[in-house]
């Protein structure tokens, strides 16, 4: 953003500063222009005025000259009249044509100029090797028909200083006809035309030069140019065709502002340029570019100097009021990245403002705190959680050690043999199962189901189960076993729990089995025949909540090779995944199956595997118990 | 200098001619290259038929560069111009060596001045008439009627040209400038296609606005600037005029090749002959006198006399009874590059 906003600054500044050097540029250039125009226009006048005066001194005498046929004193007399009068006038020739003055000389030409000290030294023009018909001061007023400027000269004799020739043809009548006669001539010094043109300088550092009718440098600072090159032979030794045209231009009496390339003044430059019309020379006035622009060269550094001052400025108070806006957000961003790595004790810092930082930054502190808050009753419960898995650990280890778990329980009675699992749904159970020997001849054996599940339900079996193993062992009859363990549990049995049992008591050395059932799943009789049946016993009620409640003793007799098959109902009611029950008849037709139905532990691996099997990935719902007893009889011992 | 009695333009070119008799030996200013053996050589003058321009660069080259003294010459150069009539220097045995266009070496000849070509540099002509588009000249018959300036000397090409396509003329004396030229004095005028043509050109007229006729491309080829030496002198001592000339033509094949350098050393000489003429100029001279001196054929060393070149120049001054009788080629030209 800071970027986006000094390049945009930049730009208008830009914009600014550059229309502002081009209009003032412009508005210089076209001062430059006027006011070059006013000089040398004024300039120009000056030495036209000195010009036309030299000019009307020679037509004057041709035109004497045209009435008149003076002889050469009184030529000569006319001469130095016209020198004596006209200071400004450096020499003076008639130069007539062959024979034309006298009919008897091939050279007429009486020349006075001035010598030494201003004395006048008259002398005569003309000889075979100097045949004045054929130099310029002769030839082209006569070929042109009117009075010509020379070319300028340098003239040796005089000091070396340069001169130009003002020429008249003059005219007489010879048989009705216009005949030339011969050319007056009058020389001046271009020193004072020279002195005047390097005074035309508007503004500094220009300089004026003067160019002749043939592009030849009359004037120039440069003295190695005058007289010896021209405005062309500068253009051609630089190769600078657009000089070459403003040279055309200038030698045809235009005028113009053009600029002009390196070469010309070591820099570029500009020019203004206006004819002297008398001598149909050039004059030029150069104004190196950067001079003529250091004004606005300077301004435009200041302004620069002060544009990038104020974009300095400009940087830091965007970067200072940027950073107050973003050093927030920056913190903010920072310390959601701490929480988010899990540092929930950094500090949000509270910002003063009332805008939407401040609203972010309280959003941000109350989100932690929240967070913090929600962590710290997580480890909390996790930690309850933790304890309480660990003690349901130690009360599942309690709660095993409760039953009897060693297999064989009697190996020194022959007569039968019993096997019993307990495989809780939870940590702890409510399924219980117990056999002790009561006597040489008796042992009891039971099972239960206490209603619920988890702790309750294993305190509840607890409970039962040491009663029972109390009242029990006292017991002859299992129904009074039951009525009392009944009595014991509906004391002070708040909570109303209840549980199933089915006891019994064999007496291993006649075969005699006396049982009771307390509201539990019946058990199944394997006998020795092969036939499996359920073994019916009178219900009872169950266990814990009616405390009169009595029970009824059934007798039966086992004959050597019976099985007892006793469950809780965490095996009928098994579930799979379709919500259907295990039930009782495949129980019956699972211990149909059962490759060895004369060994409890066999039968029961049986039975788990095939509920197992139902279940499948179910979760167990319910604590399975199994309990199996198989008659031998005595003294038919299996080894 | 006391000739000069007063100011002004004509005075100075009067009294110039006074100078004649006083050799302005150019070499006394420190020109002389270093010799070993000064005993060696023998001392000769040449004289340049015009004052210090790229016309005679090759010799001005030579000399600085020491191709002479390298040839057992100890040359002096003489300051040339119109005050020196290049033949009348020579027939007086001021000088030994000169240049001299073939026309007037052969008028000169016929003068009984006994002078032999010893080496015709130039091999075509690089005289031409000038005039301006603008004019409606653009072929020989716009000439007609028309006020052409001719050279007083020069006269026998243009004439002949005129003759040949049977065109009356004007005819006005050309002086030594172009001006009356440039300010439409006259319709055409006289121009060395290395000299004024080039001043002209320089006097803001393009090219392309102007109609030149070169004679040699309408059979009047006059070839020009030759080296010539009395024939004495020359059977006398052949072997050293041949040096001369082997000399020369070495100079000029130097400055071709160098023309920059070449131009220095023209544009020195030019200052000391306080003459006027800018680089540009003589660079552009130097460039001409190259294109004039290639033979058309390349395979022919430059410096040989054409004697069909000599014919064509001796009858047509012959025909303008310049000359009395042509005299025989091997009279004229004593050629040192066989």
Known sequence: MSFFILTSTACIFIAVFGYNYFYSRSQILADVEKNSEIITVATVSKIEIVLNGVEKVPSYLARSLESSKPSLTELQKRIIDLLQTNSEIFGSAVAYEPYAFDGKSRYSAPYICRGQYGVLVPSFLGNDEYQYFFLDWYQMPKELGKPVWSEPYFDEGAGNIMMSTYSVPFYNYKNGKLIFTGIVTADISLEWLMETIKKISSHQSSYSFLISRNGIFVSHPNKDYIMRESIFSIAEANHDNDLREIGRNMIRGGKGFVTLKNHFAGQKSWMYYAPLPSLGWSIGVVFPEDRLFAGIGKLGAIIMAIGGAGFFALLVVIIAISGTVTKPLRVLADKAGEIARGNLEVEIPTVRSHDEVAALSNSFHNMKVALKEYISNLAETTAAKERIESELKIAHTIQMSFLPKRFPPFPEKEEFEIFAILEPAKEVGGDLYDFFLIDEEHVFFSIGDVSGKGVPAALFMAVTKTLMKGIASQAVFPSMALSNVNQELCKDNDSSMFVTVFCGILNFKTGELLFANAGHNLPVLISAGGEIRWLESPPGFLLGIMEDTQYETSRMILTPGDTLFLYTDGVTEAMNSQQAFFSDPTLIETIARCPDQRTPEAIIDCVLKAVKAFTGEEPQSDDITMLALYYRGKGSRKK | ?338
């Open chain 2, 1 to 338: 200098m006391n000739d000069y009695l007063c100011l002004g333009l004509k005075v100075v070119k009067m009294g110039s001619i006074k100078i004649g008799v006083n050799i302005v030996i150019v070499s006394f200013l420190c020109f002389l290259p270093a010799i070993a053996a000064a005993g060696e050589l023998r001392t000769m003058t040449f004289l340049p038929q015009w004052l210090p321009q790229a016309q005679f660069a090759g010799y001005y080259v030579a000399y600085e560069k020491g191709f002479y003294s390298k040839h057992g010459i100890d040359l002096k150069i003489l300051k040339g111009g119109p005050d020196f009539p290049a033949a009348e220097m020579l027939g007086k045995n001021r000088t030994n060596f000169t240049t001299m266009f073939l026309s007037e070496a052969i008028q000169q000849r016929d003068k009984k001045i006994r002078l032999v070509n010893i080496g015709q540099l130039m091999q075509r002509s690089g005289f031409i008439l000038v005039a301006k588009k603008g004019k409606g000249i653009s072929k020989p018959l716009d000439l007609q009627n028309k006020k052409i300036s001719m050279w007083p000397n020069f006269q026998v090409q243009p004439r002949a040209f005129f003759r040949k396509y049977g065109i009356e003329v004007k005819p006005v004396s050309q002086g030594a400038t172009v001006n009356l030229f440039l300010r439409e004095g006259v319709d055409a005028a006289s121009a060395m296609w290395y000299n004024e043509y080039h001043t002209i050109i320089n006097a803001g007229i393009n090219e392309d606005e102007l109609t030149t006729f070169f004679f040699d491309r309408h059979g009047l080829n006059f070839p020009e600037d030759g080296i010539y030496v009395l024939k004495e002198s020359y059977g006398r001592d052949r072997e050293l005029c041949c040096k001369f000339v082997k000399a020369s033509i070495a100079g000029w094949k130097y400055a071709f090749a160098n023309p920059d350098e070449a131009t220095d050393i023209v544009m020195k000489y030019i200052k000391y002959a306080h003459a006027g003429g800018n680089r540009v100029h003589q660079r552009w001279m130097l460039a001409r006198m190259k294109d004039l001196m290639q033979p058309l054929d390349p395979n022919v060393p430059i410096g040989n006399l054409n004697p069909k070149d000599y014919d064509t120049v001796a009858g047509e001054l012959q025909k303008n009874g310049l000359i009395r009788t042509i005299l025989p080629f091997g009279e004229f030209y004593a050629p040192c590059l066989e």
